[in-house]
C-alpha cells in the first residue's frame, strides 16, 4: 500500500492551522460579519479575505482556499483520486443549477462553484449548446440521462435523483481505487444521505416509489432496507439501525427526530458521523487515512465559515448559530 | 598467491555487512527524509529538528562497516597479509556478519518508519521532539544488539 510520505507529514503540518474550536468561538462572538472576516486575518484565511472587496464575497474567499488546499493534496500525493472524491460533488452542482435554470429559463450564475474538476465554464458551455460530448464520460452521461429524465416527466427534482446517482457511484469508483479506507468513508456518506433522504420523505408524506428513485445505491444498507421501513413506525427504523453501525446516528439524531422533527440536530448528527469517522486519520501516521482525514476537515471547515457568515451578515443570534456548528476535526 | 575458498566466503562476509545495512540505511533516511520535506514544504524553521530525526536510521550503515573493517582487519586484508584461511575458517567469519548484516537491514528501514512518524510531532508539537526521538531509539537498540553480537564473534574466532 502506498504511505504517501511526504503528503502525509505536509497535511499534519498543515493540520495545526485548521480552524479550532477556540477560534470559532471568536469568529462566533465577533459583533459583525466584517469583524468575523478580521478575526480570519490570522489565519490561513488571511490573504484570501484581503483579496475580496466585500465581505459579502466571502465564499469567493472560501473557494479560493479550497482550490489551492485541493491543488496542494493534488501536488504532493501525485494522485487526484484524493481530491476527486471532493470535487465531483462540485462538478454535479453546477450541472443541477445550469439544467434547471435553462428549463426555468433564468440564470442563477451567482450560485456556481468553481472548484470542481471541470471549469464552469466548459459546463455552461455544453448545457447551452446542448452537446455533452465535451464532458468527462460520467458527466456526459449524466446530463444525458437527465435531460431524458426531464423530458419524460418534466419534473426537476428527478434531474436531482439521477444526478446524484451518477455522483456518487463515480465518487464510490473512485474511493475503491484508493483503498478500504476511502471506500468505506463513501459508502458510510451514502448511508447517511439514504437516511436523511428516507426522514425527511416520511415527514412530508412522499410516495414509496418516488423514494426508490432518490434512494442512492452503494451504502451498507440497501435501498431496500427504506423501502421495508417505510411504511412501518420510525420506531421500528430507529431500532433497526441502532443495532448497526449507525447507533450514534440514532442516539443523536433521529430519537429526537421522532419527538420534533427538527432537521437541525439530525443533519448536526448525520455530519457529526462521518467527520468522527474522518478523525482516524488524526491517529495515523502515513497512508490513505490522514489525507482523506484532511480534506473532509477542510470540506468541513468550508461548511462551517458559510454558516458563520451567512449568519452574521443576516445577524442570527449566537445562540441559533452554535446549535447548528458541526464538530470539528481538530 | 592462491585464493581459497575460505577466503572468498569471509570476503562475502564482510561485503553483506557493509552492503545489507547500507541499504537498510540508505532505505530509512530516504523514508524519513521524504517525510521531512513534507513538514519542511510547510514550515522551513523545523529543518534542524527534522534533520536530527532523518539521520537516526543512518546508523545501520556505519555499524555495517564497522563490521566489514573488523572482518577485513581480521582476515588480513588490511594489513597487506591476507591469511590462507580454510573453507570453515571463512564460514566462522561469514556468520559472525549476519547478525549486523540482517538486522541492519531491517532495522534501518523499521527506524526510517519511526522517524517518519515522528515527523508528524515535529509538524504538530515540536516541544515534544525528544519524544519522537525516543521511539526511534528504541529501533535503534537492536541494531546495537546485532552490532555487539557480530564483534564478540569476531573477536572470538581465532585463526
Not at chain 1, 469508483?173 to 468513508?185: I, P
Amino acid at each position: 500500500m502506498e504511505e504517501y510520505l511526504y503528503a502525509t507529514a505536509r497535511v499534519k503540518a498543515l493540520e495545526i492551522k485548521l480552524i479550532s474550536q477556540n477560534l470559532t468561538e471568536r469568529l462566533l462572538d465577533a459583533p459583525s460579519a466584517e469583524e468575523t472576516a478580521k478575526v480570519l486575518s490570522e489565519t490561513e484565511y488571511g490573504s484570501y479575505f484581503g483579496e475580496i472587496g466585500s465581505v459579502y464575497n466571502f465564499e469567493e474567499a472560501i473557494y479560493k482556499h479550497l482550490k489551492d488546499v485541493f491543488r496542494i493534496i493534488d501536488d504532493s500525493t501525485g494522485n487526484p483520486d484524493f481530491t476527486r472524491i471532493f470535487r465531483y460533488k462540485y462538478d454535479i452542482h453546477n450541472l443541477k443549477v445550469l439544467l434547471k435554470a435553462s428549463y426555468i429559463g433564468e440564470s442563477y450564475e451567482d450560485i456556481l462553484i468553481p472548484i470542481g474538476t471541470v471549469e464552469v465554464e466548459r459546463i455552461k458551455k455544453t448545457v447551452s449548446d446542448k452537446d455533452f460530448s465535451e464532458l468527462p464520460a460520467f458527466l456526459k452521461d449524466a446530463a444525458h440521462e437527465a435531460v431524458a429524465g426531464f423530458e419524460l416527466n418534466h419534473d426537476p427534482q428527478y434531474v436531482d435523483f439521477i444526478l446524484d446517482r451518477y455522483l456518487y457511484s463515480k465518487m464510490l469508483d473512485t474511493a475503491k481505487r484508493l483503498g478500504d479506507f476511502a471506500e468505506e468513508f463513501v459508502k458510510t456518506e451514502i448511508d447517511l444521505i439514504n437516511i436523511n433522504t428516507f426522514l425527511r420523505f416520511r415527514k412530508i408524506g412522499i410516495s414509496s416509489s418516488r423514494l426508490k428513485e432518490a434512494l442512492i445505491d452503494g451504502g451498507y444498507l440497501k435501498p431496500s432496507f427504506y423501502v421495508e421501513y417505510f411504511a412501518e413506525p420510525l420506531n421500528s427504523f430507529a431500532e433497526s439501525l441502532s443495532v448497526s453501525r449507525y447507533d450514534r446516528v440514532v442516539d443523536e439524531g433521529i430519537q429526537k427526530w421522532i419527538v420534533d422533527q427538527d432537521a437541525t440536530q439530525l443533519e448536526k448528527a448525520l455530519d457529526n458521523y462521518l467527520i468522527d469517522l474522518a478523525k482516524q486519520g488524526k491517529y495515523e501516521a502515513f497512508g490513505v487515512k490522514p489525507i482523506l482525514g484532511f480534506l473532509k476537515a477542510k470540506d468541513n471547515e468550508a461548511k462551517l465559515l458559510r454558516l458563520i457568515f451567512v449568519s452574521k451578515i443576516n445577524e442570527i443570534p449566537v445562540e441559533k448559530i452554535r446549535e447548528r456548528l458541526r464538530d470539528t476535526y481538530v | 598467491m592462491e585464493i581459497t575458498l575460505g577466503q572468498f566466503i569471509a570476503l562475502l562476509g564482510a561485503a553483506l555487512a557493509v552492503l545489507l545495512p547500507g541499504i537498510g540505511s540508505a532505505k530509512g533516511v530516504g523514508i524519513a527524509g521524504e517525510s521531512a520535506a513534507g513538514v519542511v514544504t510547510e514550515d522551513p524553521n523545523k529543518f534542524g529538528q527534522t534533520l536530527l530525526l532523518q539521520a537516526m536510521p543512518g546508523t545501520q550503515g556505519i555499524y555495517g562497516l564497522l563490521t566489514g573493517f573488523v572482518i577485513m582487519q581480521k582476515i588480513g586484508l588490511i594489513g597487506g597479509n591476507f591469511l590462507p584461511l580454510t573453507t570453515y575458517q571463512g564460514l566462522l567469519v561469514f556468520s559472525s556478519a549476519l547478525p549486523i548484516a540482517l538486522v541492519g537491514l531491517y532495522s534501518g528501514i523499521a527506524q526510517g518508519k519511526t522517524a517518519a512518524a515522528g515527523m508528524g510531532i515535529v509538524a504538530k508539537r515540536p516541544e515534544e521532539l525528544a519524544k519522537g526521538i525516543t521511539y526511534a531509539a528504541i529501533v535503534e537498540t537492536y541494531a546495537v544488539l546485532a552490532l555487539l553480537a557480530s564483534i564478540l564473534m569476531l573477536f572470538g574466532i581465532k585463526f
